[in-house]
């Protein structure tokens, strides 16, 4: 489930590309948050027999929402934006690829559970990888600083939305769990896109991508996502979305154009066989 999440989230990206020029990066990744606040919304209506319960649980872990709602604005503000400063390969690449690393960090010092070494070793490979990658990305990308500040940030965001997941979804339903923290997150970056981006300016084409980036980028893609971390320890789950840059990358080739070096290919392979080797460590794990 992760990996099916990671391949549909590889697709924003390029999705951005092609809307930039219309719309302010902060309004798209706000939007696709309430666009997906209401996928949720309806999923957790039609299973509202068996969501009571789950509601309840929600209400006392309330700050943990708020928490997880936060942590999901400030991804997708920051991802929006850093991609748009720094190009669709280069963004994915540096906010996904510096998640594992701030959720290994983050598990230590929150929980002092360390992830084992092979862990490491698989995201390493997968990480370094990613560096190829973006060393043979094509001429056209930006190394602008501030958007690779904010595509860091977004990794940052993202590894503790994960964390903070994970317990809600011991506690609760994923369904009701995803619902509350994307409401609570479109409640918090709406505003701040108003606030930073002004009015909205949007066509047809720019509506048409936000519907696909909210419905299925992240309302299917989260909720795919939530029901890893109920039986994928959440280190894992972060270091499977390294899948996300590998699609990323295949559909800067395909779709937008761009033009990798040789060696980005060596990066390719070097990220595939640190998910291969992070599964094995799962499913051996699981026998």
């Known amino acids: 489930m992760a990996l099916s999440a990671a391949v549909l989230w590889g697709t924003t990206g390029t999705a951005q590309k092609f809307v930039a020029a219309q ?3 902060y309004w798209i990744g706000a939007l696709r948050l ?3 606040s209401v996928f949720f919304a309806g999923v ?3 299973g ?7 509601m309840d649980a929600l209400r006392a872990v309330w700050r943990w929402v708020l928490l997880g709602g936060a942590a ?3 991804y997708n503000l920051c991802f929006f934006a850093g991609v748009k400063a720094t190009g669709v390969a280069t963004g994915t690449a540096v906010a996904i690829g510096s998640g594992p690393i701030w959720v290994g960090l983050l598990q230590g010092v929150l929980t002092r559970q360390v992830p084992t070494p092979v862990w490491w070793l698989g995201t ?3 990480v370094s990888g990613i560096g190829l990658m973006l060393t043979g990305a094509s001429t056209g990308a930006s190394f602008e600083v501030t958007g690779f500040a904010l595509c860091l940030a977004a990794g940052l965001a993202y590894a503790s939305f994960t964390l903070v997941s994970k317990h809600l ?3 609760t339903s994923a369904e009701m769990a995803t619902f509350a923290v994307f409401t ?3 409640v918090i970056a709406v505003p701040v896109a108003a606030l930073t981006a002004g009015p909205l300016t949007a066509t047809r084409d720019t509506w048409l991508m936000i519907g696909y980036l909210g419905l299925i980028a992240t309302g299917i893609a989260f909720l795919l996502f939530s029901h890893a971390l109920r039986h994928v320890a959440a280190a894992t789950c972060v270091t499977l979305s390294l899948a996300e840059p590998l699609t990323a990358f295949v559909l800067a080739i395909v779709v937008v154009g761009e033009r990798p070096g040789g060696i980005a290919f060596g990066g390719l392979a070097l990220v595939a066989t640190g998910l291969l080797l992070v599964v094995w460590l799962e499913t051996r794990g699981k026998g």
């Open 124 to 126: 390493a490979l997968a």
């Open 184 to 186: 609570t997150a479109a």
């Open 34 to 36: 309430l666009v997906a």
């Open 44 to 46: 957790a209506y039609f």
């Open 48 to 54: 509202r027999t068996r969501q009571t319960h789950a």
């Open 23 to 25: 719309s302010s990066p």
């Open 72 to 74: 999901m604005a400030a």
């Open 169 to 171: 979804v011991g506690i």
